[in-house]
């Protein structure tokens, strides 16, 4: 037995196609997921908006420059400050789509829109176009069809009134909605800013004692919010983690392929080296059992290997529960011998080129219910186990994508245990068919 389990592992070594199938495409294809889905991964963080600000002698007096300083000197920067020297630069820049909007401090005394408002105001100001929205009225609505510019004051005879001139839908070369995104922010900062001015304002009048606490000033204008982290799942929940497990899936299925042609070549009609085999006295159990084993070695190694990868490359974090992950492939690879046993047993005239046809259209129609063909297939198969949940009972390839998925999502080992022994449970049963074939087997003609 242990000179056939040495023979076949050497036999498997040296085949280009288990080779190719079961160990270089899994890493082939990570590699593609990896250039497609590490891109949506690392959207997290929010581009800075390039605004211009007015850098004159009203800017560098007023608070707010502080403000706005402070938010484009971030780690994470906020903004992107373009200085410029007039109102009329910064509307050529909003013009040329290399802001999105701009900043300016009025002086005391030259309020613009304030004067006129009499409050703190969000004016919206109808303009043809960013030369002609310089000293437009406020007014209190847009007229229809033209692009807005929109202008953001202090109350009336503040000093170092800021205002905003954002740039017109469409300008520029970003999309609708990243337009909508930088006009939100841009207006935010203002607004915040002017609400805060109005609030010390206010304290400053009724109560201006408060003012020389700092704590009193800080839970004024802060927001303190009691917020606890409470995590349902053992890991960070990410959405493309699902593709990486039906690959995992679809590459324990090809890996029956070894299985497959290890059983085929005991078969006396497939070659002289299995005729010699079957008149040998060496019993078919003792051909069979280390055969298997020695195709369930070699399929858990590759696995293994192209597990390692996917970790490494994609940067999936299990949390120290790689060991668990390492028994589910050992169950997955024995399911997958047990599939490829059973398709390398069957009675009939097939040849190897056959059964390994056979072997490779399951998988890719079983990959094809476990979602592994991008974001469609991937609805489908939701859509599938929501109608028929058995399916994934009974599908290998989402099986053993699951079987991934509980080790990743779950603090409790319950899921990963019944779909461990479910995998263990149907290889035991189809190797115990695919004996019970080889040994009904009988052969006139050698």
Same mark, same amino acid.
């Given at each position: 037995?242990w000179t056939?389990?040495k023979?076949?592992?050497?036999?498997?070594?040296l085949t280009?196609?288990?080779?190719?199938?079961t160990?270089i495409?899994?890493?082939?294809?990570?590699t593609?997921?990896?250039?497609?889905f590490?891109p949506?991964?690392?959207t997290?963080?929010?581009e800075?908006?390039k605004?211009?600000?007015?850098?004159d002698d009203?800017?560098?007096d007023s608070?707010?420059?502080?403000?706005v300083d402070?938010l484009s000197?971030?780690d994470?920067?906020?903004?992107?400050v373009?200085?410029?020297?007039t109102?009329?630069?910064?509307?050529?820049?909003?013009?040329e789509g290399?802001?999105a909007g701009?900043?300016?401090?009025?002086?005391a005394?030259n309020e613009?829109?304030?004067?006129q408002?009499?409050?703190d105001?969000?004016?919206a100001?109808?303009a043809?176009g960013p030369?002609d929205?310089a000293?437009?009225a406020?007014?209190?609505g847009?007229a229809?069809?033209?692009s807005?510019v929109?202008t953001?004051?202090?109350s009336?005879g503040?000093?170092?009134a800021?205002?905003i001139?954002l740039a017109p839908a469409?300008s520029g070369?970003?999309?609708?909605a990243s337009y909508?995104v930088n006009?939100?922010?841009?207006?935010s900062?203002?607004?915040?800013?002017?609400?805060?001015?109005?609030?010390?304002?206010?304290?400053?009048t009724h109560?201006?004692?408060?003012?020389s606490?700092p704590?009193t000033?800080e839970n004024?204008?802060?927001?303190?919010?009691?917020?606890?982290e409470?995590?349902l799942t053992?890991?960070?929940?990410?959405s493309?983690?699902?593709?990486y497990?039906?690959l995992l899936g679809?590459a324990?299925i090809?890996?029956?392929?070894l +299985?497959?042609?290890?059983?085929?070549?005991?078969?006396p009609?497939?070659?002289?080296?299995?005729?010699?085999?079957a008149?040998s006295?060496?019993?078919r159990?003792r051909?069979l059992?280390?055969t298997?084993g020695a195709?369930?070695?070699v399929?858990t190694t590759f696995?293994?290997?192209a597990f390692g990868y996917?970790?490494?490359t994609?940067?999936i974090?299990f949390?120290?529960?790689e060991g668990?992950c390492?028994?589910g492939i050992?169950?997955?690879?024995?399911?997958?011998?047990?599939?490829g046993a059973?398709?390398?047993a069957l009675p009939g005239?097939m040849g190897?080129?056959s059964?390994?046809?056979?072997?490779?259209?399951l998988?890719?129609?079983?990959s094809?219910?476990?979602g592994?063909?991008g974001e469609?297939?991937?609805e489908?198969?939701?859509?599938?186990?929501?109608?028929?949940?058995a399916a994934t009972?009974?599908?290998p390839?989402?099986l053993?994508?699951?079987?991934?998925?509980?080790?990743?999502?779950y603090?409790?080992?319950?899921p990963?245990?019944?779909?461990?022994a479910?995998?263990?449970?149907?290889?035991?049963?189809l190797?115990?068919?695919?004996?019970?074939?080889?040994r009904?087997? +009988?052969?006139?003609?050698?």
């Amino acid at each position: 037995m242990w000179t056939t389990f040495k023979a076949t592992v050497r036999t498997l070594l040296l085949t280009p196609s288990a080779v190719v199938w079961t160990l270089i495409f899994p890493i082939v294809l990570a590699t593609v997921f990896n250039f497609m889905f590490e891109p949506m991964r690392s959207t997290g963080s929010v581009e800075a908006v390039k605004v211009a600000v007015v850098a004159d002698d009203a800017w560098e007096d007023s608070p707010f420059s502080q403000v706005v300083d402070t938010l484009s000197e971030a780690d994470e920067p906020l903004l992107a400050v373009h200085p410029v020297a007039t109102e009329q630069e910064a509307r050529e820049l909003i013009a040329e789509g290399s802001v999105a909007g701009a900043y300016i401090v009025d002086a005391a005394g030259n309020e613009g829109n304030a004067e006129q408002s009499g409050s703190d105001e969000l004016d919206a100001v109808d303009a043809a176009g960013p030369a002609d929205a310089a000293g437009a009225a406020s007014g209190s609505g847009t007229a229809a069809g033209s692009s807005d510019v929109s202008t953001v004051t202090s109350s009336a005879g503040s000093t170092g009134a800021p205002r905003i001139i954002l740039a017109p839908a469409g300008s520029g070369t970003g999309s609708d909605a990243s337009y909508d995104v930088n006009r939100a922010i841009l207006e935010s900062v203002v607004t915040s800013y002017l609400q805060s001015e109005a609030l010390i304002e206010e304290l400053a009048t009724h109560d201006p004692v408060a003012l020389s606490d700092p704590t009193t000033i800080e839970n004024a204008l802060g927001l303190s919010v009691s917020v606890r982290e409470v995590s349902l799942t053992h890991a960070q929940p990410d959405s493309m983690v699902r593709f990486y497990y039906a690959l995992l899936g679809m590459a324990s299925i090809f890996a029956a392929q070894l +299985a497959g042609e290890g059983v085929w070549h005991l078969q006396p009609t497939s070659s002289a080296a299995g005729a010699r085999r079957a008149v040998s006295g060496t019993s078919r159990m003792r051909l069979l059992i280390p055969t298997i084993g020695a195709c369930w070695a070699v399929s858990t190694t590759f696995l293994v290997i192209a597990f390692g990868y996917i970790c490494l490359t994609a940067h999936i974090d299990f949390s120290g529960r790689e060991g668990l992950c390492l028994v589910g492939i050992a169950a997955s690879s024995l399911l997958s011998c047990g599939i490829g046993a059973l398709v390398g047993a069957l009675p009939g005239r097939m040849g190897s080129d056959s059964r390994r046809g056979i072997l490779t259209a399951l998988t890719c129609l079983l990959s094809l219910f476990a979602g592994l063909y991008g974001e469609p297939t991937m609805e489908l198969a939701d859509t599938v186990a929501h109608v028929f949940p058995a399916a994934t009972w009974l599908n290998p390839v989402c099986l053993i994508r699951d079987l991934f998925y509980t080790v990743y999502y779950y603090d409790t080992l319950i899921p990963f245990a019944l779909r461990l022994a479910t995998c263990m449970g149907i290889a035991a049963a189809l190797l115990t068919v695919s004996a019970a074939c080889m040994r009904r087997s +009988a052969h006139e003609h050698l």
